[in-house]
């Protein structure tokens, strides 16, 4: 199984040779075996790559993502046609019932509200059990819309002074670029899965290819908050309403560790990672079953810390 994700940004040329991928740069060439890379996550535009390797990265699964002006995730090459059994799968999504959509969508809310208040926790901050609370009266389809009442009563308790919608605020850009890696490897997982990325359960925009991508993101949205607060103390030189929103190479990378956040999935601790491709598997399984008791979400491990030390390689850590 791939595990090892790779953030680049030194400027060079990227290579396909001999089933490996070769970086090369200034500092020197490095190399790395394809069959153990998961996600590329490119931190520069200037670099240069060949079409013989973006063909062989959609043949091997890898994601690729590449940055704005700003250096956060603007775009993604995923690979079509991964699955073996991808069109019976499409057509079991394409004709999902609604009252099983709505149980899926309820207890995906159920999840990332428990995950919000498990935060709250571990972090010692006001509200968690309330937000327990808040999860236990979610409804089918979420009907009553807790997930907008415990987002409310969650972002007032998790950060101080702080709108969701500021874009100038630093703490938001953190967010913002830890979602996009993780919204990245979940279309990544879908994909891999075999399940169509734009059928969503909740969302259903015509205008978006990633709906589903959209809806499986919820209950992994917490972490990505734990790592930010995490990042966000350590940064006490940041003025959050002076920022402009801006992240250094170091926040960025910091923020990329998301994929090696170690969490519980099926009782197990798995990386995220990998907890994103066990839970698309397992929501094929709950569509061809017809029942969300198959389908597994991600939560936080009951003996957990917010972060380990990360595994995560980046092109300087790596030897040549």
């Not at 809310?109 to 327990?132: A, F, Y």
Request: hydrophobic content about 40%; glycine content about 6%.
């Amino acid at each position: 199984m791939a595990w090892q994700n790779l953030h680049i940004s030194q400027s060079g040329s990227l290579s396909l040779k001999r089933k490996n991928l070769y970086f090369k740069s200034e500092a020197g060439e490095n190399s790395f075996a394809l069959e153990d890379i998961a996600c590329i996550i490119l931190d520069t535009k200037q670099i240069n790559l060949s079409a013989a390797l973006l063909s062989r990265l959609s043949e091997d699964g890898i994601m690729l993502i590449v940055p704005d002006e700003r250096h956060h995730p603007a775009g993604m090459v995923l690979s079509f046609h991964q699955h073996y059994a991808q069109a019976e799968i499409a057509h079991l999504q394409a004709n999902l019932s609604t009252p099983l959509k709505k149980r899926l969508w309820q207890k995906i809310i159920k999840r990332k509200i428990r995950n919000q208040g498990r935060l709250l926790e571990n972090q010692n901050l006001q509200g968690g059990k309330k937000l327990l609370g808040y999860a236990d009266l979610v409804k089918s389809g979420d009907s009553e819309n807790m997930e907008a009442v415990a987002a409310r009563f969650y972002w007032r308790n998790l950060f101080q002074n702080f709108i969701r919608a500021d874009g100038t605020d630093f703490r938001n850009s953190l967010l913002n670029y830890g979602y996009a890696i993780v919204r990245a490897m979940i279309a990544r997982s879908i994909a891999a899965s075999g399940l169509l990325p734009a059928f969503g359960l909740f969302h259903i925009s015509k205008l978006n290819p990633f709906n589903l991508a959209d809806d499986l993101i919820e209950p992994y949205r917490p972490f990505v908050d734990g790592l930010a607060l995490k990042r966000f103390l350590m940064r006490s030189d940041i003025d959050p309403a002076k920022s402009m929103g801006q992240l250094d190479l170091e926040d960025r990378r910091f923020m990329a560790n998301i994929l090696n956040f170690s969490i519980e999935m099926k009782g197990e601790i798995v990386t995220l990672l990998t907890a994103t491709e066990i839970m698309s598997a397992s929501l094929v399984t709950a569509i061809r079953e017809k029942t969300p008791d198959s389908f597994h979400l991600p939560a936080w491990g009951k003996y957990l810390p917010l972060i380990e030390e990360s595994e995560y390689l980046s092109e300087e850590e790596c030897e040549s």
